[in-house]
């Protein structure tokens, strides 16, 4: 099993930063994609941010020129820099992991138990 442990949500100010940690831990042979999602009071969960094991990044577009998404691939972490930050950013952000358990084990993702980022106007 994989455990995800997030850091660093908080009230910030519009216009400040903050920035999200995703550690991964357990039995994790393989750390494919991560990503980071948010979900927003009375919104449906939505993609923020992505990054293959390669380093190839996406974001939404709400988010581009503000967020930076980054890894770690010797402590499994993944991080996210958040800029700018507007009120509409406020939202539990959750981290995705999609790992292999071991060689052989098939391809499977978990989740986060959410950290509160909340921006002030």
């Known amino acids: 099993q994989v455990q995800l442990m997030e850091s660093g949500g908080g009230l910030v100010q519009g216009g400040g930063s903050l920035r999200l940690s995703c550690a991964a831990s357990?039995?994790?042979?393989?750390?494919?994609?991560m990503a980071w999602y948010r979900q927003g009071p009375r919104k449906q969960r939505e993609l923020v941010a992505s990054?293959?094991?390669?380093?190839?990044?996406n974001y939404a577009d709400s988010v581009k020129g503000r967020f930076s998404v980054s890894r770690d691939t010797v402590k499994n972490t993944m991080y996210l820099q958040m800029n700018s930050l507007k009120p509409e950013d406020t939202a539990v952000y959750f981290c995705?992991?999609?790992?292999?358990?071991?060689?052989?084990?098939?391809?499977?993702?978990?989740w986060g138990q959410g950290t509160q980022v909340t921006v002030s106007s």
């Open positions: 995705n992991v999609v790992y292999r358990r071991n060689s052989v084990s098939p391809i499977t993702y978990t």
């Open positions: 357990g039995s994790i042979f393989s750390l494919n994609a």
């Open positions: 990054i293959t094991a390669g380093g190839t990044t």
